[in-house]
């Protein structure tokens, strides 16, 4: 089995910052790209940013100089920095993953459960 578990969500002011955390536990061989993705209420879910294992980065155009994603891979975890939020950024955030449980096992995309983060003044 594998888990993955986000933290961080808030309810921030615009123009502040956050930092989303996301675990990735259980019966991991490795753990390819990870993503952060995110829903507002009532819309699609949208890719923000994706990290290989080895470190390059994709941004969505909207977040591009604000959101920075990045990864421990000792830690099996993912993190997403926010900062000068908006209004827009409001969403239910969820990160996911590609992970191999065993050597010769596809790779799967595995989701967490979802964060919320609420851009208001």
């Known amino acids: 089995q594998v888990q993955l578990v986000e933290s961080g969500g808030d309810l921030v002011q615009p123009g502040g910052s956050l930092r989303l955390s996301c675990a990735a536990s259980?019966?991991?061989?490795?753990?390819?790209?990870m993503y952060w993705y995110r829903q507002p209420p009532g819309k699609q879910r949208d890719l923000v940013a994706s990290?290989?294992?080895?470190?390059?980065?994709n941004y969505a155009d909207s977040v591009k100089g604000r959101f920075t994603i990045s990864r421990d891979n000792a830690k099996n975890t993912v993190y997403l920095q926010m900062t000068s939020l908006k209004l827009e950024d409001t969403a239910a955030y969820y990160c996911?993953?590609?992970?191999?449980?065993?050597?010769?096992?596809?790779?799967?995309?595995?989701w967490g459960q979802g964060t919320q983060v609420t851009v208001s003044s």
């Open positions: 996911a993953a590609s992970i191999r449980w065993r050597a010769m096992s596809p790779s799967l995309k595995y």
């Open positions: 990290i290989t294992s080895d470190g390059s980065t």
């Open positions: 259980g019966s991991i061989f490795s753990v390819n790209t």
